[in-house]
């Protein structure tokens, strides 16, 4: 009996996905939970598990290839056994490979076990269908063209690293990587094309390096226009990306209020902390716990707009969006449930999704859910901005850079850190009050951080 594996919703209603990497080879025997493909999505390459177990009869499409949700992913023949068999386990997907070692609970929304499980031909699969395949190349790695093999289907996660192989000509998938299981990095492309004679351009990597701009840029002449402007076309996730960002000036009737804010007993009280504890605490996390704090005195700025049902939602949870920049773009993971979680907790989830940013991986509910987002944009050198608000949100905190000002203290000039918070809101869900309000709030706990364990 065959079953066939259908690729799901990879969440907020993404319909296509891009094969990145096999990780099972026909004639494997999988189980439930196993993860067995790496997608790109236009948000995140994922990991995807499979539902059930069997034998695998074919793959739904090549590395490279887009499927969309609906599709047939991989069929497999036979049944489970009832040694596969095993509770429901809790929504996630798992993103790492030493998490795989143990009971990953590595499920996409709605279906999955907690037993973890590995491919029982391990070492039989070829190295073109991804990591775990077992086997490994031995093409030398002295010559530039020995190198290039087109058979080989090297795992190639960032968007960056295949577009500038692109631009040169070759695809870095046919490349051997120096990564972990032969994972090709950006330095391996960058060595090919010095060997062939090609040195990579500042353009060319100055465009790679540009999220923004992520597609296929024209090199030739046959790519520009009379005027000899070069058109670069938007992948996948840049279109997303356009469209969300318009929709969201189009439909929230966004208003901003904003205040210089001094800092300084903040960075005091961290200093304390950390010295009291022996742990690091960021900025960022201590800014969002005065956010929940906050958003539980002013849950208008926790809600959002039904437009088809003229009605205000009020979310129970606060889920924290955090304003990333990836090497796939401008993304907001979210962290679930941050109302439940004490300082510690909201540290240790902020540096998760941090690690994920470096990658641009993430699980598929890490990009879905987010009620409110945090913008400590000051990382990249500025005080403020007119942010988007990440729609169907209903407000936006930004946080600019701390830099040191001259500042009235007890009627005498001191200098002092100061930073300066933006509230942009949607004027449908609240007025200029209520954002002015939860705005002073935050302000006061950075102002004087002891403040906030009356709300703690």
Known sequence: MSREFILPDLGEGLTEAEIVAWLVAPGDEVTIDQVVVELESAKSVVQLPTPFAGVVESLGGEVGQVLHAGTVL??????????????????????????????????????GTRQSTVTKRAA???????????????APRSSGTARLDTARRSPVVSPIVRRLAREHGFDASHLVGSGHDHLVMRRDVES?????????????LEASAAPSRSATPAAGAADR???????????????????????????????????DVDATELLAARGQLQEATGERFGITALIARFVVAGLAKHPALNASFDAEREEL???SAVNLGLAAQTPRGL??????????????????????????AGT???????????????????????????????????????????VERPWVVDGQIAVRTVTELTISFD?????????????TFVARCIERPVSVLAEL
């Open 124 to 138: 039989s699969a070829p190295a073109r269908f991804g990591r775990r395949g077992g086997g490994t190349s031995t």
């Open 331 to 356: 993304l907001v993971p979210v962290v679930h449930g941050a109302e439940r979680m004490p300082l510690r907790a909201i540290r240790d989830a902020i540096a998760a999704r941090t690690d994920e």
């Open 225 to 259: 226009d009379r005027d000899g402007d070069r058109r670069v076309p938007l992948d996948r996730m840049a279109r997303a990306a356009a469209a969300h960002f318009s929709r969201s000036r189009r439909e929230i009737p966004e208003a901003t209020v904003w205040m």
């Open 74 to 111: 991989m069929t497999l023949a036979g049944e489970a056994s009832a040694a596969d068999v095993a509770e429901p386990a809790e929504p996630g997907i798992v993103t790492s490979d030493s998490a795989l070692a143990e009971d990953s609970g590595a499920v996409l929304i709605g279906y």
């Open 427 to 439: 004027h449908r869900v609240c007025d200029g009050a209520e954002a002015a309000a939860f705005l």
């Open 360 to 402: 641009g991986v993430f699980p598929p509910s890490a990009l879905t859910g987010g009620t409110f987002t945090l913008n400590n944009y000051g990382t990249l050198g500025v005080d403020g901005s007119a942010a988007i608000i990440n729609h169907p949100e209903a407000a936006m905190l930004g946080v600019g850079r701390f």
């Open 313 to 315: 939602v009020y979310h």
């Open 192 to 204: 090919f094309i010095a060997e062939q004679g090609e040195p990579a351009t500042t353009e060319a």
